[in-house]
């Protein structure tokens, strides 16, 4: 078995996600991390028996690294996937890809001269009832996807954003709600109804006065396919409820998924309150099996760490990917439609207009 030399940039809560994986994973041999605070880094790398650093180049070239994660903030991720590229690196990186589109951008083309590849960390994406519905599409039971609703209501406390300096500003996370909470649900949309031609949206920050950022988003978008969706997401209801995506098709069934429910999941703060489940499905012939799959999936999710169980599952799919040369799940042009999403609607506020698509 080939197994490639793994590293972690950016020894933050998620950063113990990937080292975990990186440690159990087969075709992995995690030997490094970066942090620009050495000692943190060293505190990091003192608990799994690595290396620590605090200059990417050096880190890669003598390490002999060949996969590193970023799991820095989202305005850093451009500055060291470049850096990790230009050493000839593998790149994962944690949601969203990028806090613009300008910085998706120069990690792909940096990715690209270097000939590496770009993975988007979006676990939820190997959830059995995420798997189902896209199966679903791509085998016609919906016809066309001509509706596409995300819902997404939650809370964050003041506490939240005190924990990390960074959290709740436009200069160290790019943006909020949009940008932290919803990439996974977004990307869930994406994949299930394909490419945008229009957006329209706005954001608001409804009882947060102590953030600069949005706490609630919505929009309305026009997809290439001759469908339509909606989006409304929000860090503003107390308790939390739920994340959802449904499609609806043009032969009248529908299907959906909730992937959060409860108090919504913080990585390394909370744990997964809720197992994912379909909460909707009307392929004919198939509504009696709803709930079989719904017991099926909350035994099998109950029966991991699901804590770390999905993204070792992902992790493992970028390295088997690089091994078997095959393209990812996940890859840095699915991160980047995600971005391209979120930025529409923030110049879509700005302008009060609606975005066409490709953004400039």
């Known amino acids: ?29 995690f030997c490094a991390v970066f942090d620009r605070d050495l000692s943190r880094a060293m505190a990091f790398a003192k608990q799994y028996g690595v290396n620590a650093y605090d200059n990417i180049s050096e880190m890669i070239k003598t390490e002999g690294v060949n996969v590193v994660s970023i799991c820095t903030p989202h305005p850093v991720h451009a500055e060291v996937a470049i850096a ?9 990186v944690e949601k ?22 770009v993975g988007t960390v979006c676990q939820r ?31 964050r406390d003041k506490a939240y954003y005190d924990s990390d300096p960074w959290r709740g500003t436009w200069e160290g996370e790019g943006g909020g709600v949009l940008v932290n909470q919803a990439p996974h649900q977004l990307d869930l949309l994406l994949w299930y109804m394909g490419d945008i ?32 969706g909606q989006v409304l997401v929000s860090n503003a209801q107390n308790p939390a409820l739920y994340g959802k995506v449904h499609v609806h098709g043009e032969n009248g069934a529908s299907v959906g998924v909730q992937t959060d429910g409860g ?3 913080i990585a390394g703060v909370s744990s997964i309150t809720e197992p994912p489940y379909n909460d909707l499905w009307t392929v004919q012939g198939e509504e009696s099996q ?65 975005v066409t698509f490709p953004l400039e």
Request: neutral net charge; aromatic residues 10%.
């Open 96 to 117: 969203p890809l990028a806090s613009n589109l300008e910085d998706c951008d120069a990690m792909l083309r940096a990715a690209a001269r270097s000939n590496v590849r």
């Open 125 to 155: 994406r190997f959830y059995s009832p995420c798997l189902r519905i896209k199966q679903a599409i791509d085998d016609g039971k919906l016809g066309r996807p001509v509706l596409g609703v995300v819902t997404m209501l939650g809370w």
């Open 263 to 265: 108090a919504m999941f």
């Open 197 to 228: 031609e229009e957006v329209y949206g706005f954001w608001r920050n409804l009882n947060h006065p102590y953030i600069e950022v949005e706490d609630t988003a919505v929009a309305v978008i026009k997809f290439k396919n001759g469908g339509i």
């Open 84 to 92: 990790a590229a230009n050493a000839g690196c593998h790149i994962l």
């Open 1 to 29: 078995m080939m197994i490639l030399k793994t590293a972690v940039i950016g020894c933050g809560k998620v950063g113990h996600f990937h080292a975990a994986a990186y440690e159990k994973l087969e075709n992995s041999l």
């Open 290 to 354: 709803l709930s079989g799959w719904q017991q099926e999936d909350r035994d099998f999710f109950n029966a991991q760490d699901s804590m770390h169980y999905y993204h070792q599952i992902q992790i493992n799919d970028f390295l088997t990917s690089i091994i078997e040369n095959r393209p990812s799940l996940i890859d840095g042009f699915a991160g980047r439609k995600t971005v391209e999403l979120i930025e529409a609607i923030y110049r879509s506020t700005k302008s009060g207009l609606p």
